[in-house]
């Protein structure tokens, strides 16, 4: 366990203006959700949870409206967490503790999802959501909650939503899909609750680049 120094615990901060309704979506779930979520999911048939959904990301702190690679951008970290309603933490927690997988793919092409997101510069401080090496997602609160894909997008500062990653929107045939265990989610992906040993695939492009076989599980590390 990465042991955080430097910052106490900041009192926990409501979801601010910055995190606006998509003003779509499912009325009785549309509901800005910053910090983690209690009994406000819905199931699909066979498919993942699904949280409220995020407005838009864009106006996050040091937002990156670039298209890939985007770096860890750990600059305005503890603004993005005070923005959405989480503490900057100073080790990670236990309550909640585990683990996903995230793969994204550009136009056939993977993109990187780097080490260290979520972790603020010199090791100063973490949060519940985070990576150490590439695209495992970390679920490390000391509280009990639920937390969803647009939360750790919040909290890296790439914007996402139904249309858009980054700055690559849907465009003709080139879409943002967004697929959990190999399954296709048909809804915003912002909503994807986190679960145990999740594969998360999204992939901006057209159908035919999508990446074949589509990966549909991770063979994660032992203790993760």
């Not at 699909?44 to 409206?65: C, N, T, V, Y």
């Not at 909290?155 to 139904?162: F, H, M, Q, T, Y």
Request: aromatic residues 6%.
């Amino acid at each position: 366990m990465r042991k955080m120094i430097g910052l106490s615990r900041a009192p926990l901060l409501c979801v601010v203006a910055l995190l606006l309704l998509a003003g779509c979506g499912d009325s009785a779930e549309d509901s800005a959700n910053g910090g983690g979520s209690r009994n406000t999911t819905t199931t699909a048939s066979g498919g993942p949870e699904r949280g409220p959904a995020f407005g838009s990301l864009d106006s996050l702190p040091g937002a990156l409206k670039t298209p890939p690679p985007w770096p860890r951008n750990e600059s305005k970290l503890q603004l993005r967490l005070r923005a959405i309603g989480l503490d900057p933490l100073t080790a990670e927690g236990q309550v909640v503790h585990i683990h996903q997988h995230l793969d994204i793919y550009v136009d056939g092409k993977p993109a990187e999802v780097p080490g260290d997101i979520g972790i603020g510069p010199q090791d100063t401080f973490i949060s519940d959501l985070h990576t150490h090496e590439g695209g495992i997602i970390h679920v490390e609160s000391p509280t009990q909650a639920q937390f969803s894909l647009g939360q750790f997008f919040a909290i890296w500062g790439v914007p996402l939503s139904a249309t858009c990653i980054g700055s690559l929107c849907e465009k003709g045939a080139k879409q943002v899909r967004a697929f959990v265990d190999g399954k296709a989610v048909d809804a915003d992906p912002t909503r994807i609750v986190l679960e145990s040993h999740q594969q998360i695939v999204l992939a901006y492009g057209t159908e035919a680049q999508l990446p074949d076989p589509l990966p549909a599980s991770y063979d994660f590390p032992e203790g993760l």
